[in-house]
């Protein structure tokens, strides 16, 4: 029986081996960035609403995280006999309101049909409470660009911030951009 | 010996007539200097230039437009793979591992960074297990110890990432390095290389036990099933590498419970359901002593002494005592072993061992009987006659060895029974 290891350092192999290696890399760091474009391109868009969050806790380094005030449902909204379970995935099923702000409709152990206008979010539950239950939704984190970050910290600590969020029709979803409500030019370089 | 010790000694030797200037020639000529494989001014002046391009791109990353940021990533990656390739075939494997071990770096700063740029950094690892895996295949092709050390070390970082931001477990990424670096041991057990990769891995299973909010107690169970691999290894110093860390980690844990275990506090947090624990407790020991028959190395069986659940018993004098007990006879079972085996090194560990278990015995035991100017008398004549006792033994033992005596390496002398008789065969 060959050896695995003989037969990979093999120093015949060592050079198309690289190359492989070396290809794959490049490859799938090219397939995270197109999977950016292509949901921001391809999706669909909604915008959700964060609920203000404590401050010391908003802010870490170059991210701000975010609380979804879908983030948190009563049960009522749960639609399944068999009562959620933590880490379980489910999907939120959402439609915008008057403000185009989306609002949660119902959250389904599978994906339910979206009717016009409607969109699906996938979601995790993060813990379980006696009325209602926790989401969420690997959305929580904004990377800012440098010195914006304080602002949006001063910003979503008084008022809520509007998150526009792109959903790709394969489901992977990613903030598209975080509405700063102070109005200033952004600073360019 | 360095060829600068041998430039400066050897002229000593020859007018004290050790060897003649024709012999103190050919021994230099057998050890001619070193060239530089590199020069060193170079180097640093390119990690100069490297660092300062580092930083304009640091500076000023937020302005650059995505396309430039990711030609930049992909280009630096390619880039320092492509250079340790070159360097590999000019003959300089230290440069050319260490710049593949950069391209593996700077792939997984790749996905971070790309991720980052596309806002998709959420809840998925899955970006960081391709780094884990990358790390895996170039070690196995270039068989470098530094990327099996950065592989491990990866691993063990990407499985932190998981649990501190995610608070999720990624058993993906230990399999990945269990399986994939452990396979790697298996073939080509290096010293170093086996200690970091346990090391690594008891890393991740304490993460495990966290994430779990399970007794800490249950971190022996994978602590111990990787100390059972090292009794499979084939290679005894492979095996013995990888069983360090478990066993540096049962010791301390018994070590603390003999210090700190008069107090009944730690029950809730320490003892685990009985019988699921010494149920996979003893299955991991059955797998160790089938591992150590096949092998012929029961004279380590003692080293499970360490891992006897004492904190079952209540707090106080019974678990002080037991701790103690297991204590000394665990030094006693490595000054045992280390006198047949007639291995300095180890009669030193295992001396050490036993003057700690004396200390811990003593302030346990003693502190509250006596008055403290006696106690601190009499203890410091026990550690300084045990001291003098024990390096008496050690000294005997090594000048009753053969003169000539390397027990590690050398082929096994009449007077050690327990080297493995399987390895002899082939030699037969």
């Known amino acids: ?189 | 010996m360095s060829r600068k010790f041998l430039d400066t000694e050897s002229p000593g030797w020859v007018t004290d007539g050790l060897i003649s200037e024709a012999q103190r020639l050919r021994l230099l000529a057998r050890y001619p200097q070193q060239a530089p494989a590199l020069g060193l001014l170079p180097v640093l002046g390119s990690v100069l230039v490297g660092l300062s391009g580092l930083s304009v791109v640091a500076a000023n990353w937020q302005g650059l437009p995505d396309v430039l940021r990711l030609a930049l990533l992909l280009g630096s990656l390619v880039g320092s793979y492509g250079a340790g390739a070159y360097f590999l075939r000019r003959g300089n494997p230290d440069l050319g591992h260490a710049l593949i071990g950069l391209g593996l770096i700077l792939f997984g700063a790749s996905i971070i960074l790309t991720s980052q740029l596309y806002q998709l950094v959420g809840y998925d690892v899955s970006g960081l297990l391709a780094w884990v895996v990358a790390g895996v295949a170039l070690s196995y092709v270039y068989g470098s110890r530094l990327l099996v050390l950065l592989t491990v070390v990866i691993g063990a970082a990407v499985q932190t990432y998981c649990v501190q931001a995610l608070g999720s477990f990624s058993y993906a990424t230990a399999a990945m390095v269990a399986g994939g670096m452990g396979y790697y041991w298996w073939r080509r057990p290096d010293a170093v290389g086996s200690t970091v990769l346990a090391a690594g891995l008891l890393w991740q299973a304490g993460l495990l036990v966290v994430v779990l909010h399970a007794k800490i107690t249950w971190f022996f169970v994978p602590a111990m099933l990787l100390y059972a691999a090292g009794d499979w290894q084939p290679n005894r110093a492979g095996g013995r590498a990888l069983q360090g860390p478990p066993l540096v980690a049962a010791y301390l844990f018994m070590f603390g419970l003999a210090t700190f275990g008069e107090t009944d506090a730690y029950a809730n947090v320490l003892r685990p359901p009985l019988l699921p624990y010494l149920g996979a407790l003893g299955a991991v020991l059955a797998l160790s002593v089938a591992g150590k028959r096949a092998r012929g190395r029961f004279d380590t069986l003692p080293d499970w002494l360490l891992l006897l659940p004492g904190f079952y018993l209540p707090g106080g004098l019974p678990l002080a005592v037991a701790t103690l007990v297991v204590l000394y006879a665990h030094a006693g079972s490595v000054l045992a072993r280390a006198h047949r085996q007639e291995d300095p090194n180890q009669l030193t560990i295992g001396a050490i061992l036993f003057v700690t278990a004396t200390m811990v015995a003593y302030f346990k035991l003693t502190w509250a009987f006596l008055d403290k100017s006696l106690f601190f008398l009499l203890g410091g004549v026990l550690l300084l006659g045990l001291s003098w006792y024990l390096r008496r033994r050690n000294v005997q033992v090594l000048a009753a060895a053969p003169p000539i005596a390397v027990p590690a390496t050398g082929p096994p002398a009449p007077t050690e029974p327990s080297s493995t008789p399987k390895t002899r065969l082939p030699n037969d």
């Open chain 1, 1 to 189: 029986m060959t050896d695995l290891l003989t037969w990979f350092a093999d120093p015949a192999r060592r050079r198309p081996l690289l190359r492989l290696l070396v290809a794959a890399q490049v490859l799938y760091v090219l397939g995270v960035a197109g999977a950016g474009y292509a949901t921001a391109a391809l999706g669909q868009h909604i915008i959700l609403t964060t609920s203000p969050v404590d401050p010391r806790d908003l802010l870490y380094g170059d991210f701000v995280r975010l609380r979804y005030n879908i983030g948190e449902a009563p049960l009522s909204q749960w639609k399944d006999a068999a009562p959620p379970r933590r880490r379980q995935g489910v999907f939120v099923l959402l439609a915008p309101g008057p403000d185009s702000v989306s609002t949660t409709v119902g959250i389904y152990p599978s994906a339910p049909a979206a009717g016009p206008n409607q969109a699906v979010l996938r979601g995790w539950v993060t813990n379980v409470y006696r009325n209602s239950f926790a989401l969420r939704f690997n959305l929580e984190r904004y990377y800012v660009p440098e010195g914006s970050g304080l602002r949006l910290e001063k910003a979503g600590r008084l008022h809520p911030l509007r998150v526009r969020v792109s959903i790709a029709p394969w489901g992977q979803a990613r903030i598209a951009r975080v509405d700063d409500p102070v109005k200033t030019p952004k600073p360019r370089r």
